[in-house]
């Protein structure tokens, strides 16, 4: 095997597949890239198992061929001061690497004990707007859980309903509903859980086609498909809990304000709440909302002008649980919404209210 | 301004409150100790005829009818050694508003200011000497020092060896009188320290003092610079009084009355521990974030076990939200050897005034259900109400009901 490819390119997607190779794992290959060249195209890829990137870009190969090389060899490439990187694998998996004046030798493996990774040749299922996609998983894996002791909530549930997508994630004190088209080519009714950990990856791209092609296959695997890249993922074999049926169809309470000054307001409450679990009383009146917080740190009360429509209302929350989705919320106001002193307070978008939802529980006193 | 400290002990404490209770047993060797048909049969404490014999503490009864054949075995009374001790601290409470209990027969009394009162520190400590033994029977040994460290050192090594039972340790005359000590006498060294610092050819306190402070930080961290401090008999702490205390932690620990193999019999043992810990942090109003489990293995000479802890989720004093963070912590980390004693503890408390209310479950209820199981056992005994695994074998539950500290109340 022998290729010559360019330095950046190559780069961009070795970084990619760092992301995902697991630093120690049992099997030995799992902790390389795997790099296979077949007529001027170089197709790369990574694994642990449960989730998984691969990628192609052009190359100039001399000889075609495989080989599983350590995951160092992104940060071989990335301190190379040559714009155009040879390599060359030896039938004992010895890979040369040469450019001007540097000749690296990396001790490669076999790439027969790469595992069989899964391959996007099955029809699409459903295809989502590449932006809109990335807006939607923001939106709501910053709320799912991290404990393991709640496996089906440390994913996303998505559910797909002729062509709208719904992405629910909670930890049990807070949930988050995002609702966006699809082009639902299949037709397909779906609900599975999605664990965060390759769309957390994916999101941080700058893909430049509109659209992602997205399919599930017999193993229990979705596989997205953009640009260059393949992303794929396993399932959770969990049943989500029925949680939705805890928002509330009628508010008591209305509350209108301007999002900076939330999160201004919220980050200085913070600043002392975070002493005692975050704990912030507020007081909603007619024109003002009053934040107070105390720990044994000392104390904070700040007004914050808002609308309101409705009740008066005095609540117990969380203030990091309040401030995280402020900054997933497009536009300048924000809507937040109560029921009575223990129910749930509902926050959303001030003018596109359907599309997203974050529901958090109060702190009972 | 110089501080003024003492530390006062009893003498053979549980076996003095016998005598005193019981004149007739004075001048005989006389041995406080469990059943000595079980683990418990050790001797908890002996007087000073029994110590003649060469009867220590911790020693199995057996042994003890070997050394001394006329020994007299007591079987405990734990609450009449609560109640004695609690008395003592209101008779300390007569010298001095700032006294702080620091096991069942040892006291902290902070006496800075009060010679103005009751005269020189000798006279202060031969003062309070005389009212506990003319009070309660008990004879009391006090180390006299400049901060809590000296008065420990004063007492355990001087005080507990002279007739009159009080003996004073000053920043001037400390390195005189500990130096030449072997190092196992230092407050703080047990003998897994002193073999290591045996292994660096120290062999007395002096020896310890002799060493850079940063050797000894950079080779044991904060433990080895207090060490060194301890050398140097010198101790930041103060004695609070109790009433300031805040409860950082609340645990609970047995030591179990065999070794046990079987999984399913410690995780029973488990669950009342964790049951036990809950409920005194529910007494308290508290709930914690942090969970430490503590276990040690059965081979005394080869000293086994472990303490791990792991962080919750969210605080909680809920027995069923806590237990399976043990079990797991138990599983990771047991080494499948025989058990000796188990232990449970839980940290990083707060007020359980605010509760973070939950999608998934009723978190109330769960909060209710174990304040109205506190309330049954308060009123109706620890045994009126139980999880059904007590009732299987391995449940500690019903031989330690009604014993204080797994001795008898």
């Given at each position: 095997m022998k290729f010559l490819a360019e330095q950046s390119e190559m780069l961009f997607y070795l970084q990619a597949c760092m992301k995902v190779s697991p630093q120690r794992s049992t099997i030995p290959s799992l902790e390389g890239i795997y790099l296979c060249c077949v007529e001027n195209e170089m197709n790369i890829s990574a694994t642990n198992l449960e989730v998984g990137i691969r990628c192609k870009f052009p190359a100039h190969t001399e000889k075609d061929g495989a080989v599983v090389l350590p995951a160092k060899l992104g940060e071989i490439v990335r301190m190379i001061n040559d714009s155009k990187v040879e390599v060359e694998v030896e039938d004992n998996f010895k890979a040369l690497i040469n450019c001007s004046n540097v000749n690296f030798q990396l001790n490669g493996l076999n790439p027969l004990d790469f595992p069989e990774l899964p391959d996007f040749n099955k029809d699409i299922d459903w295809t989502i707007n590449t932006g809109l996609f990335k807006e939607m998983i923001r939106q709501t894996a910053f709320c799912?859980?991290?404990?393991?002791?709640?496996?089906?909530?440390?994913?996303?549930?998505?559910?797909?309903?002729?062509?709208?997508?719904?992405?629910?994630?909670?930890?049990?004190?807070?949930?988050?509903?995002?609702?966006?088209?699809?082009?639902?080519?299949?037709?397909?009714?779906?609900?599975?859980?999605?664990?965060?950990?390759?769309?957390?990856?994916?999101?941080?791209?700058?893909?430049?086609?509109?659209?992602?092609?997205?399919?599930?296959?017999?193993?229990?695997?979705?596989?997205?498909?953009?640009?260059?890249?393949?992303?794929?993922?396993?399932?959770?074999?969990?049943?989500?809990?029925?949680?939705?049926?805890?928002?509330?169809?009628?508010?008591?309470?209305?509350?209108?304000?301007?999002?900076?000054d939330l999160v201004g307001c919220l980050q200085r409450i913070i600043l002392i709440s975070?002493?005692?679990?975050?704990?912030?009383?507020?007081?909603?009146?007619?024109?003002?909302?009053?934040?107070?917080?105390?720990?044994?740190?000392?104390?904070?009360?700040?007004?914050?002008?808002?609308?309101?429509?409705?009740?008066?209302?005095?609540?117990?929350?969380?203030?990091?649980?309040?401030?995280?989705?402020?900054?997933?919320?497009?536009?300048?106001?924000?809507?937040?919404?109560?029921?009575?002193?223990n129910g749930p307070c509902v926050i959303t978008p001030f003018d596109e209210e359907d599309a997203y939802l974050y529901l958090v529980l109060p702190i009972k006193s | 301004?110089?501080?003024?400290?003492?530390?006062?002990?009893?003498?053979?404490?549980?076996?003095?409150?016998?005598?005193?209770?019981?004149?007739?047993?004075?001048?005989?060797?006389?041995v406080v100790c469990g059943d000595p048909e079980r683990r418990r049969g050790i001797v908890l404490a002996a007087n000073r005829e029994a110590k003649a014999c060469g009867i220590e503490?911790?020693?199995?009864?057996?042994?003890?009818?070997?050394?001394?054949?006329?020994?007299?075995?007591?079987?405990?009374?734990?609450?009449?050694?609560?109640?004695?001790?609690?008395?003592?601290?209101?008779?300390?409470?007569?010298?001095?508003?700032?006294?702080?209990?620091?096991?069942?027969?040892?006291?902290?009394?902070?006496?800075?200011?009060?010679?103005?009162?009751?005269?020189?520190?000798?006279?202060?400590?031969?003062?309070?000497?005389?009212?506990?033994?003319?009070?309660?029977?008990?004879?009391?040994?006090i180390g006299i020092g400049e901060n809590p460290l000296q008065a420990k050192m004063a007492c355990d090594r001087f005080a507990k060896k002279n007739p009159q039972g009080v003996f004073q340790l000053t920043c001037e005359n400390y390195a005189g009188l500990t130096w030449p000590l072997p190092i196992r006498d230092l407050f703080g060294v047990g003998f897994r320290m002193e073999r290591n610092l045996r292994r660096l050819g120290i062999k007395t306190i002096g020896g310890l003092a002799a060493l850079p402070r940063e050797k000894m930080k950079s080779r044991w961290g904060i433990n080895g610079e207090v060490l060194w401090l301890n050398a140097h008999g010198i101790d930041y702490s103060n004695i609070h009084s109790r009433s300031t205390e805040k409860y950082k932690g609340v645990g609970h620990s047995m030591t179990l009355p065999r070794d046990y193999s079987s999984k399913e019999k410690i995780e029973v043992v488990l669950l009342e521990i964790t049951e036990e810990v809950c409920r005194r942090a529910r007494?308290?109003?508290?709930?914690?974030?942090?969970?430490?489990?503590?276990?040690?293995?059965?081979?005394?000479?080869?000293?086994?076990?472990?303490?791990?802890?792991?962080?919750?989720?969210?605080?909680?004093?809920?027995?069923?939200?806590?237990?399976?963070?043990?079990?797991?912590?138990?599983?990771?980390?047991?080494?499948?050897?025989?058990?000796?004693?188990?232990?449970?503890?839980?940290?990083?408390?707060?007020?359980?005034?605010?509760?973070?209310?939950?999608?998934?479950?009723?978190?109330?209820?769960?909060?209710?259900?174990?304040?109205?199981?506190?309330?049954?056992?308060?009123?109706?005994?620890?045994?009126?109400?139980?999880?059904?695994?007590?009732?299987?074998?391995?449940?500690?539950l019903f031989d330690r009901a009604g014993k204080i500290g797994g001795h008898e109340a």
């Open positions: 799912v859980s991290s404990d393991e002791g709640k496996a089906p909530l440390t994913g996303i549930q998505f559910s797909v309903e002729k062509d709208v997508l719904t992405l629910t994630s909670s930890d049990s004190f807070r949930l988050s509903v995002k609702r966006g088209n699809i082009e639902n080519v299949s037709g397909k009714e779906m609900n599975f859980i999605l664990p965060v950990k390759i769309i957390n990856e994916m999101v941080k791209f700058n893909f430049s086609q509109e659209k992602i092609l997205v399919t599930l296959d017999e193993k229990n695997q979705i596989l997205f498909k953009v640009d260059n890249f393949l992303f794929f993922s396993k399932l959770l074999e969990e049943k989500y809990p029925a949680i939705e049926k805890v928002i509330p169809m009628e508010f008591n309470t209305t509350l209108t304000a301007l999002k900076n975070e002493g005692n679990n975050f704990i912030t009383k507020i007081e909603v009146r007619d024109k003002t909302a009053v934040f107070l917080a105390n720990s044994e740190m000392g104390s904070v009360e700040e007004q914050v002008e808002i609308e309101k429509q409705g009740e008066d209302v005095d609540i117990y929350l969380n203030s990091r649980f309040l401030i995280e989705p402020l900054r997933y919320i497009e536009g300048d106001q924000v809507k937040l919404n109560f029921s009575e002193t | 301004m110089r501080r003024i400290i003492f530390l006062a002990d009893m003498e053979s404490f549980y076996a003095s409150v016998e005598i005193a209770r019981d004149p007739s047993l004075r001048g005989k060797p006389v503490t911790a020693m199995g009864a057996w042994e003890c009818r070997s050394l001394c054949p006329q020994v007299i075995f007591i079987r405990p009374h734990m609450q009449d050694y609560i109640n004695v001790s609690l008395q003592m601290t209101e008779i300390f409470e007569r010298f001095t508003d700032r006294v702080a209990p620091y096991s069942i027969d040892e006291q902290f009394l902070d006496m800075t200011g009060c010679e103005s009162l009751f005269g020189p520190p000798r006279e202060m400590a031969l003062r309070i000497n005389g009212e506990i033994l003319r009070e309660t029977g008990v004879r009391c040994r007494g308290l109003r508290k709930v914690g974030r942090v969970v430490n489990l503590y276990c040690r293995g059965a081979d005394f000479d080869n000293p086994t076990g472990f303490s791990r802890q792991k962080k919750l989720p969210e605080p909680t004093a809920v027995t069923m939200d806590i237990y399976p963070v043990v079990l797991r912590l138990f599983d990771t980390h047991w080494d499948r050897l025989p058990v000796r004693a188990l232990g449970v503890s839980l940290s990083g408390l707060m007020e359980d005034r605010y509760l973070q209310l939950s999608l998934l479950e009723d978190k109330e209820k769960k909060v209710r259900l174990g304040r109205a199981m506190d309330e049954v056992r308060e009123r109706f005994g620890i045994t009126s109400l139980f999880r059904a695994s007590s009732l299987t074998p391995g449940s500690q």
